[in-house]
């Protein structure tokens, strides 16, 4: 009897310790930045997925002009506290196109919306028989400190540099 007093005793204690185990929360200040100009305005956002963590951002971007204009992926970077830390991958980049993405276009008075995360945040996942229909790349939690985009857009031989910044911090509660 005191053995199952025990055990019992035991299971409860495990039970209590592991409801209250503390969860990290990935939190934005702001929780997005904007940037408007005569050329184009856009929208730099942190997403968070179902963990609780931010691992990618929505940039959205209003063509202003009558003309079109180009978001150039090659030159545009991920800025991990205010230094070039790498490209950014989304959707249609894989491991053949990675180092050199394509440009996006927007006609004008437009609006483009993409989601993008930190190339070297990234984890690979094998082309896997049954899984084809699978995105190729995972995005993990980006770091503490201040994520930003240093934006390239051109248009008619000119190029148009923007930087976009939040503070990301991680809450334990």
Same mark, same amino acid.
């Given at each position: 009897?005191k053995?199952?007093?025990?055990l019992?005793f035991?299971?409860?204690?495990l039970?209590a ?6 969860t990290r ?11 408007q ?10 997403l =968070? ?6 691992n ?5 971007i209003t ?7 180009? +978001?150039d992926?090659?030159s545009? =970077? ?7 830390? @790498? ?6 980049v894989d ?5 050199n993405p394509?440009?996006?276009?927007i ?8 989601? +993008? ?9 094998a ?13 993990g939690?980006?770091?503490? @400190?201040e994520n930003?985009?240093?934006?390239? +857009? ?7 540099r ?8 991680v809450?334990?509660?």
């Amino acid at each position: 009897m005191k053995k199952l007093l025990l055990l019992g005793f035991t299971l409860l204690l495990l039970v209590a310790f592991s409801s209250c185990a503390p969860t990290r929360i990935w939190t934005s200040t702001p929780a997005f930045e904007t940037v408007q100009n005569p050329q184009f305005s856009a929208q730099f956002m942190p997403l =968070r997925n179902d963990k609780n963590f931010i691992n990618q951002f929505r940039l959205v971007i209003t063509n202003r002009t009558g003309s079109e204009i180009e +978001i150039d992926w090659q030159s545009t =970077r991920y800025l991990l506290n205010g230094r070039p830390h @790498g490209h950014f991958i989304f959707e249609g980049v894989d491991a053949d196109t990675v180092n050199n993405p394509p440009s996006d276009f927007i006609p004008a008075d437009d609006t483009f919306l993409k989601i +993008i995360a930190p190339v070297r945040l990234v984890a690979w996942q094998a082309f896997t028989p049954g899984f084809r229909d699978k995105p190729s790349f995972s995005a993990g939690p980006v770091p503490e @400190g201040e994520n930003g985009i240093d934006l390239v +857009i051109k248009q008619n031989d000119k190029v148009y540099r923007t930087r976009m910044a939040v503070v990301i911090k991680v809450v334990v509660k």
